[in-house]
């Protein structure tokens, strides 16, 4: 059985920071990209982070994340982690795990609530 489980979300204060965790099983965990999205009430689902299978590649962000979050991941964990910092309270949303292979499946985490709030 597939599953993304998500962690790691809060409420933390403007200027905090929180560590996202999610973990992978039932699947090549390793041989897949891992994505980190986010969906804000009343908006549209968007890409945050992303990271490839393979290693040393550069990971991507966000414009609106870069120099604040950070994508990493650990295969011997199956888990892929999105470190955020000097969080604002724009990144208030549900933050979603995403799992995908060229020609292959995808697969998607249930979300963690982030708020930002004072």
């Known amino acids: 059985q597939v599953q993304l489980v998500e962690s790691g979300g809060g409420l933390v204060q403007p200027g905090g920071s929180l560590r996202l965790s999610c973990v992978a099983s039932g699947f090549s965990f390793s041989r897949y990209t891992m994505r980190w999205y986010r969906q804000a009430p009343g908006k549209e689902r968007e890409l945050v982070a992303g990271?490839?299978?393979?290693?040393?590649?550069?990971?991507n962000y966000a414009d609106s994340v870069k120099g604040r979050f950070t994508i990493s991941r650990d295969n011997s964990k199956n888990t892929v982690y999105l470190q955020m910092n000097s969080l604002k309270p724009e990144d208030t949303a549900v933050y979603y795990c995403y799992g995908s292979q060229l020609f292959g499946a995808t697969y998607w985490g249930q979300g963690t609530q982030v708020t930002v709030s004072s």
């Open positions: 990271i490839s299978s393979t290693l040393g590649s550069t990971p």
